[in-house]
């Protein structure tokens, strides 16, 4: 399943709702030019909604940590929102869940970049 990508906008913030994969090839650059058009255009708070992400491989991983460091590069801010288990249990593994700002629901992952 290709990965898609909505954009809605919530008290200022980016939210980007992700579905299907995020693996090597088409959903590795679909996620990347995502987050570099919203850094691009200014956007600085970007909340990345991963509830329906049934999959990444360690391309994904290491597009998730390049749109990290991308934002950071541009005083913005990119947190995870709503890991499935399979996401949290890589994240975990690679020690990536100490990276990211994560949070379980999106009330609580809006309200922190006020």
């Given amino acids: 399943m290709a990965l898609t990508i909505a954009s809605r906008e919530v008290d200022g913030v980016t939210v980007l709702d992700l579905s299907g994969r995020i693996t090597l090839g088409e959903g590795s650059v679909q996620l990347r030019d995502a987050i570099r058009d919203l850094i691009g255009k200014g956007q600085k708070n970007i909340l990345l909604n991963m509830g329906d992400v049934s999959y990444i491989d360690s391309s994904g991983l290491g597009e998730l940590v390049s749109a990290y460091t991308t934002s950071k590069n541009q005083s913005a801010s990119l947190k995870l929102l709503k890991l ?26 809006i309200g922190s970049y006020k």
């Fill in 84 to 109: 499935t288990k399979r996401v949290h249990d890589v994240l975990q593994l690679t020690k990536l869940y100490t990276v990211f700002d994560i949070y379980d629901d999106e009330a609580s992952a």
